[in-house]
């Protein structure tokens, strides 16, 4: 006896007993392309799906991260027995385009889209009895954002016959900026040999430069969204100028610590000429000196008939005279 879904064989005149085909199957069908929403508008997930809904249909959405898997889903709502429970961080954004969704179509609502709602979201229909052969659709969604004001920055040696790297960045932009370096004013471009740029990563290599490298830099980072920009000023300097005017302040500074040092040496000698000179004689002694052996007390004697001073003997003439009597010892 052969099976037919969804009809009864009944071999009445036969004698045999009517029995009923298995369930129906639960077909899901999603987008097959990614789907993509610009940031702060609306985007609609579109989920459908064919079976007899019964008493025991239940829909689910749920949403995972880029990189993580599908078993780390969070749900974003679920309908079940009648009633639509929004759940999650989205609860407030999300809603279903039909409510109930017992119609065959279960696309989903999210309203002001932002960059943390880039992932993968989950269409999962289940409706027992009915058996599985796809009752799992997989959405991938991408939040369009437009790159944010790039920060340029440089690095390198930045004199004559050195070389620079100009490099650019946005922190936001999806799908992720590129990056394109161009020379501002009526300077001529560096010749191409000479630079290196690379638009993925936002970095421009300058080598060999010159004096008539020097300028302004603008950088433009652009998606489909938008484009912003930076800039920045590059200074090539002659090493060999540096040089030459380390060289004469230098000299000045030596120059100037000589002076320094002979204007000291002039004050000096000015200085000493003002002081009286006194030179006494090897063999001369002074008249007020007192000599040895002679205390200040007896060197001193006043006249009473003149009132004056009478100076104590000089050591050149005060003489010694030996003893006449023998020392015993």
Same mark, same amino acid.
């Given at each position: 006896m052969a099976w037919l879904p969804g009809s009864f064989l009944c071999g009445a005149l036969l004698g045999w007993v009517c029995l009923r085909a298995p369930a129906l199957a639960v077909e899901v069908k999603v987008p097959a392309e990614p789907l993509s929403a610009p940031v702060g508008k609306t985007a609609e997930l579109t989920c459908s799906y064919s079976t007899s809904v019964g008493d025991n249909f239940a829909l689910e959405w749920s949403f995972v991260q880029p990189g993580r898997p599908i078993s780390a889903s969070q749900p974003i709502?679920?309908?079940?027995?009648?009633?639509?429970?929004?759940? !999650?961080?989205?609860?407030?954004?999300?809603?279903?385009?039909q409510n109930p969704p017992t119609g065959g179509v279960a696309t989903l609502k999210l309203t002001d889209v932002r960059p943390s709602d880039t992932g993968t979201y989950l269409c999962h229909v289940n409706n027992p009895p009915d058996f599985y052969t796809n009752g799992l659709g997989l959405i991938n969604l991408t939040v369009l954002v437009p790159p944010s004001s790039p920060l340029c920055s440089q690095s390198g040696q930045t004199f004559v016959g050195g070389s620079a790297?100009?490099?650019?960045?946005?922190?936001? !932009?999806?799908?992720?900026?590129?990056?394109?370096?161009?020379?501002?004013?009526?300077?001529?471009t560096p010749s191409p040999g000479s630079m290196v740029q690379d638009e993925v990563s936002g970095q421009l290599i300058l080598t060999n430069l010159s004096l008539a490298s020097s300028g302004t830099y603008r950088c433009v980072a652009t998606n489909q969204m938008g484009s912003a920009s930076c800039e920045l000023t590059l200074s090539v300097t002659d090493s060999s100028k540096g040089r030459v005017a380390g060289a004469v302040i230098g000299v000045l500074l030596g120059v100037l610590f000589l002076s320094?040092?002979?204007?000291?040496?002039?004050?000096?000698?000015?200085?000493?000429?003002?002081?009286?000179?006194?030179?006494?004689?090897?063999?001369?002694?002074?008249?007020?000196?007192?000599a040895p052996g002679i205390?200040?007390?007896?060197?001193?004697?006043?006249?009473?008939?003149?009132?004056l001073l009478e100076r104590a003997p000089s050591a050149s003439t005060v003489t010694t005279t030996k003893s006449k009597f023998p020392m015993v010892v």
């Open positions: 709502l679920y309908f079940t027995n009648g009633q639509l429970y929004p759940t !999650g961080s989205k609860a407030e954004r999300a809603s279903l385009l790297a100009l490099r650019c960045s946005s922190s936001e !932009g999806a799908p992720r900026p590129v990056y394109n370096w161009v020379r501002l004013g009526s300077s001529p320094v040092a002979v204007f000291c040496l002039i004050r000096f000698q000015k200085e000493r000429r003002k002081k009286p000179k006194e030179i006494y004689g090897g063999s001369d002694l002074r008249e007020d000196a007192i205390s200040e007390q007896t060197s001193v004697r006043a006249t009473s008939n003149n009132g």
